[in-house]
């Protein structure tokens, strides 16, 4: 028989598996193909307008993702210290995912819920892991410069400065990101339904409403034979 996984992977496979299910119970058939019915959220900036939001983004990620790529390349006499090399790779990974999340999210009116949460949801706190790992990069790059007694390089002029730099974009990223609202909104499936039965309407009436148009018309039909009653009265007075 097969043993059950315990521990983190087996809890990370049941994750996984879950979210595949909830992705997939946001598809309908459409005849031969499938249409997104889940929730969708749309961007509502305080300033500007959604596509300058995005373009800055987008500008600000690939920035960062350069000058960090540019760092890499730069002969610096630490670069084979762990203090330095490790804060790197993990400031170059986690730059590298905000840039695919500032792409995914490029010029779209709106999300589907799923694409939010991988993207929109976890990018402020990417974007801190980013200016955390890249300003240690610069510290640890000068730590080793001080400890070992070593010249103070051009390259390593600009390795601190891009550090710098990657830093302060990362936090600017970080910030819009806090600030931005995302609106959730209703499935386009159930949006368009609805279009359609508000261009359609159908009329019918509740059995609670036929029963008190009964009632007022049976009223009205006493108190007109009861006004003519009386006139006869009157005439025949």
């Known amino acids: ?33 499938y249409m997104y019915s889940g929730p969708l959220y749309e961007p509502h900036c305080r300033v500007g307008t959604p596509k300058k939001t995005s373009a800055i983004r987008t500008a600000s990620a690939f920035s960062v993702f350069f000058m960090l ?16 090399i490790i804060p790197y790779v ?5 730059s590298g995912v905000i840039l695919k999340d500032a792409l995914k999210m490029h010029g779209q009116d709106s999300l589907r819920e ?28 000068n730590i080793f410069i001080i400890v070992n007694d ?13 550090s710098a730099m990657s830093v302060i974009l990362s936090l600017l990223i970080h910030r819009g990101e806090r600030i931005a609202v995302w609106e959730k909104r209703g499935s386009p499936g159930r949006a368009e339904n609805n279009s359609k039965k ?21 009223s009205e039909d006493s108190k007109n034979a009861n006004a003519d009653e009386a006139s006869e009265n009157d005439a025949g007075r």
């Open 69 to 84: 790529v540019i760092c890499g390349c730069i002969p610096i006499p630490g670069m084979n210290a762990a203090y330095v």
């Open 1 to 33: 028989m097969p043993q059950k996984k315990h521990g983190a992977e087996g809890r990370g496979g049941q994750a996984r598996l879950r979210g595949k299910a909830r992705r997939a119970s946001y598809f309908t058939k459409n005849g031969e193909s």
């Open 114 to 141: 799923y694409v939010y949460e991988s993207t929109a949801k976890n990018l402020p706190y990417r974007a801190v892991f980013s200016a955390v790992f890249s300003a240690l990069c610069a510290v640890g790059e």
């Open 90 to 94: 993990c400031a170059i990974i986690t």
């Open 150 to 162: 070593a010249k103070y390089t051009v390259a390593a002029a600009i390795f601190t400065a891009f």
């Open 198 to 218: 508000s261009k359609n309407p159908e009329k019918s009436e509740s059995p609670k409403d036929s029963e008190d148009s009964k009632n007022s018309k049976n």
